[in-house]
């Protein structure tokens, strides 16, 4: 065809543009043709690859025709050939092999570029091993093009891990490293901050000298830069040793050079020198302890957070990961009017997903420990953020809005203002506990675990719109994540309920779930299911009976606990069930005296008496809790239970525990001594 | 750098000396600046540093051979970073990509606010040739994608597309996309991520030095009249107005 007399004639525009633009199908058909010349497959190599970079839609559409392992057999055969040639001699430029190489490791690293699914076809094709001959290949640009490739797949979780065990890997990881090639050097730091996960391959590379390689490379080029900071963090990560050698003298100044590095003129770099200076902190936390430092940390993941790019949607994770569970760096966070800035972004909207997520991941971890900060971002319209991202079609997004609001429900104050119990936050969470993702669901469940805490008046609102009926589905489910955390909402829900709600939600549970719960196989899910019964039970004497009735089969299920559990949670949250239950009548008490004062054929201790000798003080203190509820004054039994206990040598040990180490047990052991006491005088 | 320093502290010498305004002659002026010592390859990469980055490959060559100063770019890089330039400016943004594509394939794969204003321009370019089908065909197969995944390229998108909306492209609301500018602005881009996926600075050091150079005069006006530089392209000292 015609194309340049045709290009100026308007009615042959279309053949034109098939013209420039070549078909996908032809384009791979050609590569595995044998019947072609030298310059039309290099054509066919060069179009595939310009059509797929930058093109997302386009590396998937030649990926489904195959084109993957078409463009790595021409690689490989290719690089057979030019290896034979050096092998017998050959010296000189052998331009038109080269290109061919170039080219097809070029299109090999685009379809790995950002793509898992490129990257597994990648791998598939037996692309690594190749790749890294060209490594050593003569000519630069050959190299060049294959170390590209390999830093591209080091980049994706789906390649697989360097084995730094074996010495002749680790000899050719330093001579990467060791390289002048800015692209094989970063192509060396890259295989570190993939494959180094253990505390072994931190210490194994680090005694091969890759530490000091890596500080090496801060002074290089971008590139060598950005990918020595990044597997510097992972050298460093939770390493305090390596920590304390980074700050000695051998690498004096290393650190400094990182904190230069936070102020460089290239975002993405500031941000790494960021991310490596957080690692060092959580893993060491006396370093970068002045206020100074850690403000302008703040100031800088503010500032990026305006990058439209990458850089920018990954920001508020490294801010996530400064401020998590640290009271002062919240303060800070706080102070700097972090709160206002996230909230900004959200408001600018819209903005893609993952940076949607991380920014409601910080702002969670923002609002986790101090009131100061969750009543600022509630101030700030968080809550109708918050209820906009609940019906976001991505799940990472739901997901990290319902941990924000699970945080920000820790607010007290708000929470009896009743502020989350309403139809635009309930509706949407009880909607998403039922979703296909588990992690989503996990999260709406701990979000309602801590709105259903609220109290007393709200709690209908939730029951209401469907909730209770879905957590107690869930909490049959064959997922035992699930059941736990449902069963947590559920405990949460009961928690200071009047007796007419205590009455609905006991009903749709019913007593035989509850009961298989008790003795579920997963203890976690055990001390949930008991926590939620002492709940039923904590209140007035009627709702005591909620677990005598029908021959007291859930009482019962409680005790065979204590008698068989070994989990401490699991024997304190029965020893709270059978504490209120003796906070009840005459009638309750003696049912509880009955199970925790007799030493049963096989033992040789009473529950009661096992249980205060216990060397958990949580598990003493229930105990004693019981105690004092036995023996609460002006009950006609009390004497005859008094009786029953001193002469079950329990006074004599009371006596010991005022002395316990533990605040709470010493003051319950005087209160239950002092009763034990009155009947005498 | 060297320059700006030395300005700083004359500033502060001043400063220390003088509560009033102080009069500097030339004389004094010209003697204290004669004690001032600059290294002439620190000239002489300050001026291969403007050559290079601005891309005049040639005189950075001749340079290169009579001065021996070594650029820290390889020249031939800096012909094709030229040529990929040139080639968006004369809207032929198609070549433009492939030779970018050629000197590094990881630029516009990393760099998706750059290939999607590449993308753009090329839509330009054929509303600009009055290929409506293709453009049509183009935007639809090549950029839609890129607007689902982007809040912000869809509504620049929306924009370009809105060229084909009006009968006289010139005098509509969208008419500054069919600019010479807006080609500048792209080719600015490619040439700036061009530089610095080579490790250099994307603007020269030059200008900079001369931003200091007047932002330290006006500094130290409001100390002391002395011989200030007006006219930075003959550099002349102008006496103090006293």
Same mark, same amino acid.
């Given at each position: 065809?015609?194309?340049?007399?045709?290009?100026?004639?308007?009615?042959?525009?279309?053949?034109?543009?098939?013209?420039?633009?070549?078909?996908?199908?032809?384009?791979?058909?050609?590569?595995?043709?044998?019947?072609?010349?030298?310059?039309?497959?290099?054509?066919?190599?060069?179009?595939?690859?310009?059509?797929?970079?930058?093109?997302?839609?386009?590396?998937?559409?030649?990926?489904?025709?195959?084109?993957?392992?078409?463009?790595?057999?021409?690689?490989?055969?290719?690089?057979?050939?030019?290896?034979?040639?050096?092998?017998?001699?050959?010296?000189?430029?052998?331009?038109?092999?080269?290109?061919?190489?170039?080219?097809?490791?070029?299109?090999?690293?685009?379809?790995?570029?950002?793509?898992?699914?490129?990257?597994?076809?990648?791998?598939?094709?037996?692309?690594?091993?190749?790749?890294?001959?060209?490594?050593?290949?003569?000519?630069?640009?050959?190299?060049?093009?294959?170390?590209?490739?390999?830093?591209?797949?080091?980049?994706?979780?789906?390649?697989?891990?360097?084995?730094?065990?074996?010495?002749?890997?680790?000899?050719?990881?330093?001579?990467?490293?060791?390289?002048?090639?800015?692209?094989?050097?970063?192509?060396?730091?890259?295989?570190?901050?993939?494959?180094?996960?253990?505390?072994?391959?931190?210490?194994?590379?680090?005694?091969?000298?890759?530490?000091?390689?890596?500080?090496?490379?801060?002074?290089?080029?971008?590139?060598?830069?950005?990918?020595?900071?990044?597997?510097?963090?992972?050298?460093?990560?939770?390493?305090?040793?390596?920590?304390?050698?980074?700050?000695?003298?051998?690498?004096?100044?290393?650190?400094?050079?990182?904190?230069?590095?936070?102020?460089?003129?290239?975002?993405?770099?500031?941000?790494?020198?960021?991310?490596?200076?957080?690692?060092?902190?959580?893993?060491?936390?006396?370093?970068?302890?002045?206020?100074?430092?850690?403000?302008?940390?703040?100031?800088?993941?503010?500032?990026?957070?305006?990058?439209?790019?990458?850089?920018?949607?990954?920001?508020?994770?490294?801010?996530?990961?400064?401020?998590?569970?640290?009271?002062?760096?919240?303060?800070?966070?706080?102070?700097?009017?972090?709160?206002?800035?996230?909230?900004?972004?959200?408001?600018?909207?819209?903005?893609?997903?993952?940076?949607?997520?991380?920014?409601?991941?910080?702002?969670?971890?923002?609002?986790?420990?101090?009131?100061?900060?969750?009543?600022?971002?509630?101030?700030?319209?968080?809550?109708?953020?918050?209820?906009?991202?609940?019906?976001?079609?991505?799940?990472?997004?739901?997901?990290?809005?319902?941990?924000?609001?699970?945080?920000?429900?820790?607010?007290?104050?708000?929470?009896?203002?009743?502020?989350?119990?309403?139809?635009?936050?309930?509706?949407? *969470?009880?909607?998403? =506990?039922? /979703?296909?993702?588990?992690? %989503? +669901?996990?999260? $709406? &469940?701990?979000?309602?675990? #801590? @709105? !259903?805490?609220?109290?007393?008046?709200?709690?209908?609102?939730?029951?209401?719109?469907?909730?209770?009926?879905?957590?107690?589905?869930?909490?049959?489910?064959?997922?035992?994540?699930?059941?736990?955390?449902?069963?947590?909402?559920?405990?949460?829900?009961?928690?200071?309920?009047?007796?007419?709600?205590?009455?609905?939600?006991?009903?749709?549970?019913?007593?035989?779930? *509850?009961?298989?719960? =008790?003795? /579920?196989?997963?203890?976690? %899910? +055990?001390?949930? $299911? &008991?926590?939620?019964?002492? #709940? @039923? !039970?904590?209140?007035?004497?009627?709702?005591?009976?909620?677990?005598?009735?029908?021959?007291?089969?859930?009482?019962?299920?409680?005790?065979?606990?204590?008698?068989?559990?070994?989990?401490?949670?699991?024997?304190?949250?029965?020893?709270?069930?059978?504490?209120?239950?003796?906070?009840?009548?005459?009638?309750?008490?003696?049912?509880?005296?009955?199970?925790?004062?007799?030493?049963?054929?096989?033992?040789?201790?009473?529950?009661?008496?096992?249980?205060?000798?216990?060397?958990?003080?949580?598990?003493?203190?229930?105990?004693?809790?019981?105690?004092?509820?036995?023996?609460?004054?002006?009950?006609?039994?009390?004497?005859?239970?008094?009786?029953?206990?001193?002469?079950?040598?329990?006074?004599?040990?009371?006596?010991?525990?005022?002395?316990?180490?533990?605040?709470?047990?010493?003051?319950?052991?005087?209160?239950?001594?002092?009763?034990?006491?009155?009947?005498?005088? | 750098?060297?320059?700006?320093?030395?300005?700083?502290?004359?500033?502060?010498?001043?400063?220390?000396?003088?509560?009033?305004?102080?009069?500097?002659?030339?004389?004094?002026?010209?003697?204290?600046?004669?004690?001032?010592?600059?290294?002439?390859?620190?000239?002489?990469?300050?001026?291969?540093?403007?050559?290079?980055?601005?891309?005049?490959?040639?005189?950075?060559?001749?340079?290169?051979?009579?001065?021996?100063?070594?650029?820290?770019?390889?020249?031939?890089?800096?012909?094709?970073?030229?040529?990929?330039?040139?080639?968006?400016?004369?809207?032929?943004?198609?070549?433009?990509?492939?030779?970018?594509?050629?000197?590094?394939?990881?630029?516009?794969?990393?760099?998706?606010?750059?290939?999607?204003?590449?993308?753009?321009?090329?839509?330009?370019?054929?509303?600009?040739?009055?290929?409506?089908?293709?453009?049509?065909?183009?935007?639809?197969?090549?950029?839609?994608?890129?607007?689902?995944?982007?809040?912000?390229?869809?509504?620049?998108?929306?924009?370009?597309?809105?060229?084909?909306?009006?009968?006289?492209?010139?005098?509509?609301?969208?008419?500054?996309?069919?600019?010479?500018?807006?080609?500048?602005?792209?080719?600015?881009?490619?040439?700036?991520?061009?530089?610095?996926?080579?490790?250099?600075?994307?603007?020269?050091?030059?200008?900079?030095?001369?931003?200091?150079?007047?932002?330290?005069?006006?500094?130290?006006?409001?100390?002391?009249?002395?011989?200030?530089?007006?006219?930075?392209?003959?550099?002349?000292?102008?006496?103090?107005?006293?």
């Amino acid at each position: 065809m015609p194309t340049s007399a045709s290009s100026s004639a308007p009615i042959a525009s279309s053949s034109v543009s098939a013209q420039s633009r070549p078909v996908p199908q032809d384009l791979v058909g050609r590569l595995s043709s044998s019947a072609i010349s030298h310059e039309a497959k290099l054509k066919a190599l060069r179009d595939i690859k310009n059509q797929i970079i930058g093109n997302r839609t386009k590396k998937l559409s030649f990926l489904k025709l195959g084109a993957v392992p078409s463009v790595v057999g021409v690689l490989a055969s290719a690089t057979a050939t030019a290896t034979s040639r050096i092998g017998c001699g050959f010296i000189g430029d052998d331009h038109d092999l080269d290109s061919i190489i170039i080219q097809s490791a070029a299109a090999v690293g685009s379809f790995a570029c950002g793509f898992d699914a490129g990257v597994q076809a990648v791998l598939d094709a037996g692309a690594l091993p190749i790749l890294f001959s060209l490594v050593s290949h003569p000519n630069e640009k050959v190299v060049d093009a294959g170390a590209r490739s390999l830093r591209l797949i080091y980049q994706s979780k789906l390649a697989p891990k360097f084995d730094f065990f074996q010495d002749q890997n680790i000899h050719f990881l330093l001579s990467l490293l060791n390289s002048e090639n800015e692209n094989v050097s970063g192509l060396g730091a890259s295989i570190v901050t993939h494959s180094c996960e253990t505390k072994v391959e931190q210490n194994v590379l680090e005694d091969a000298g890759v530490l000091k390689k890596l500080i090496s490379l801060l002074a290089g080029s971008m590139i060598q830069r950005d990918a020595s900071l990044e597997s510097l963090a992972t050298l460093l990560k939770e390493n305090p040793a390596a920590i304390l050698k980074i700050l000695g003298t051998e690498h004096r100044g290393a650190l400094d050079v990182v904190t230069e590095l936070t102020r460089d003129k290239y975002p993405r770099t500031r941000l790494l020198a960021c991310m490596c200076l957080i690692v060092v902190r959580n893993s060491y936390p006396s370093y970068l302890q002045d206020v100074r430092t850690k403000t302008q940390l703040i100031a800088i993941l503010l500032e990026l957070l305006d990058d439209a790019g990458q850089v920018g949607d990954e920001a508020p994770y490294a801010l996530s990961s400064l401020i998590a569970g640290k009271e002062d760096m919240q303060k800070l966070a706080f102070e700097d009017r972090v709160a206002e800035k996230l909230c900004k972004h959200l408001e600018k909207g819209p903005l893609q997903a993952r940076r949607l997520q991380g920014i409601f991941l910080a702002l969670a971890d923002l609002c986790s420990l101090l009131e100061c900060c969750r009543s600022r971002f509630l101030s700030l319209k968080g809550l109708q953020f918050i209820t906009n991202a609940l019906t976001n079609d991505n799940a990472d997004v739901q997901a990290a809005a319902c941990i924000c609001l699970r945080n920000v429900a820790r607010s007290v104050k708000n929470l009896s203002a009743g502020i989350f119990m309403n139809e635009p936050v309930i509706i949407p *969470l009880v909607h998403l =506990i039922c /979703d296909a993702s588990t992690s %989503v +669901q996990v999260a $709406a &469940l701990d979000a309602i675990s #801590n @709105i !259903v805490v609220d109290f007393m008046t709200h709690k209908t609102t939730f029951i209401q719109c469907g909730g209770l009926k879905q957590l107690v589905q869930l909490s049959k489910s064959m997922d035992s994540t699930i059941r736990l955390h449902s069963l947590w909402a559920l405990k949460n829900l009961m928690f200071l309920v009047d007796d007419r709600c205590k009455e609905t939600i006991f009903a749709e549970l019913t007593q035989s779930t *509850l009961r298989s719960l =008790i003795r /579920d196989p997963e203890a976690a %899910v +055990q001390e949930q $299911a &008991l926590a939620l019964v002492r #709940n @039923i !039970v904590d209140g007035s004497v009627e709702c005591i009976e909620f677990i005598l009735a029908d021959d007291a089969l859930l009482f019962h299920e409680v005790v065979r606990q204590l008698q068989c559990a070994s989990k401490t949670e699991v024997l304190v949250q029965g020893m709270y069930v059978l504490s209120n239950v003796a906070s009840g009548t005459e009638l309750h008490k003696e049912a509880v005296m009955t199970q925790l004062l007799p030493v049963r054929p096989g033992d040789n201790q009473s529950i009661m008496f096992k249980f205060l000798q216990s060397d958990d003080s949580r598990l003493r203190t229930a105990a004693l809790w019981a105690l004092v509820n036995l023996c609460l004054p002006n009950f006609p039994g009390t004497y005859r239970r008094v009786l029953s206990i001193r002469n079950a040598g329990i006074s004599s040990h009371l006596k010991n525990m005022l002395h316990d180490p533990c605040l709470d047990v010493k003051l319950r052991a005087r209160t239950a001594l002092a009763q034990l006491l009155i009947p005498d005088a | 750098m060297s320059l700006f320093w030395i300005v700083i502290r004359q500033l502060a010498e001043i400063e220390a000396m003088a509560t009033s305004k102080k009069v500097i002659t030339r004389e004094e002026w010209e003697k204290k600046l004669s004690d001032v010592k600059i290294a002439k390859e620190d000239m002489n990469r300050l001026v291969m540093n403007f050559l290079v980055t601005e891309g005049y490959v040639d005189a950075a060559e001749k340079f290169k051979n009579e001065s021996g100063t070594e650029p820290d770019i390889d020249l031939a890089t800096i012909t094709d970073r030229m040529a990929v330039k040139k080639a968006v400016q004369c809207g032929n943004v198609e070549d433009a990509i492939e030779k970018v594509n050629d000197l590094n394939p990881e630029i516009l794969d990393t760099n998706p606010q750059l290939f999607f204003h590449l993308q753009q321009q090329r839509l330009i370019e054929l509303i600009r040739n009055g290929k409506v089908e293709e453009a049509l065909e183009f935007a639809q197969e090549e950029l839609a994608p890129r607007g689902e995944e982007n809040q912000s390229f869809l509504e620049e998108l929306e924009r370009t597309v809105a060229l084909l909306a009006f009968e006289d492209v010139t005098n509509c609301p969208v008419g500054d996309l069919l600019d010479i500018s807006q080609r500048l602005k792209t080719a600015s881009e490619v040439n700036a991520a061009i530089l610095t996926s080579q490790s250099h600075e994307k603007d020269p050091k030059l200008p900079s030095l001369l931003k200091l150079l007047l932002w330290a005069q006006n500094q130290l006006d409001e100390k002391a009249a002395y011989p200030r530089i007006k006219d930075l392209s003959t550099a002349a000292l102008e006496d103090p107005a006293v």
